[in-house]
């Protein structure tokens, strides 16, 4: 009986969660960004005012989580974002919330958001704000992506381009490598791991495990694309190879036997 009294506070404590993070999504973008306009910032990009304000409102929502006793969240080599950039960012996805873990760690962070998540009523208005780039604009991504780098800003790639799958990782995707052979810089791989699995692939919300999730991000040592760039081979079979390099270094973390394909 007390057990099952607990799950229900805990479901009901992740409903109000899921409530608390759409009312604050609608107030930042409809009233907090509208507002940083106006606040006299020097030359500050409108686009990098609104990311340090989603940091902000992502560290505030993390805090709260955490508290309620939703969930617990450790970053381990964190300090290798701290340093000069630029910062090519490559995670793998178990959960719904890992984008929302790093940019509470980045004060600037752009990323690559596919449409659907772009048009959502809900996070329409930060991810234009923020200027985001979306994933259905085409050959151009890799040279958006690359010009920011190349101003030494942080760009977050998911390479499985959707949630990682039960116990593993999916395919990767070769725009990541791409931009970092177009950019000229190495790749940053972050391993994010959860446990108990929760908030997954097509896991619904209100599945809950016994006890609150323990999210764990790991920031990993650069993967070099330096040889890439300089093997004389084709682009296409140059980001193939620094892709499974990619992949190779987050399986070793993640402890996946099979590390499938690139």
Known sequence: MRSRLEYSSRVVRTAAGYVLFAVLALIVAFAV????RLWPRGDARHDLRAQRILHRFARFYVTVIQRAGIMRLSFVGAERLTRDGPHLVAANHPTLLDMVFLISLLPQCDCIVNAPRSDNFFLRGLTRAAGYVRNDAGASIVRECAQRLGRGRTLVVFPE????????????????ARIAMEAGC??????????????????KWYD????????TVRVLDPVSSASARSSGASVSVAARRLTAELRESLSKVLDVADAGRA
């Open 33 to 36: 960004l509208p507002a940083s």
């Open 186 to 203: 190495d790749l940053l791989p972050v391993a994010i791991t959860c446990e108990p699995p929760t908030l997954s692939k097509g896991q």
């Open 208 to 215: 809950l495990p016994e006890r609150p999730f323990h999210a």
């Open 161 to 176: 381009g959707t949630r990682s799958p039960a116990g593993g990782l999916g395919s990767f995707q070769r725009g990541a």
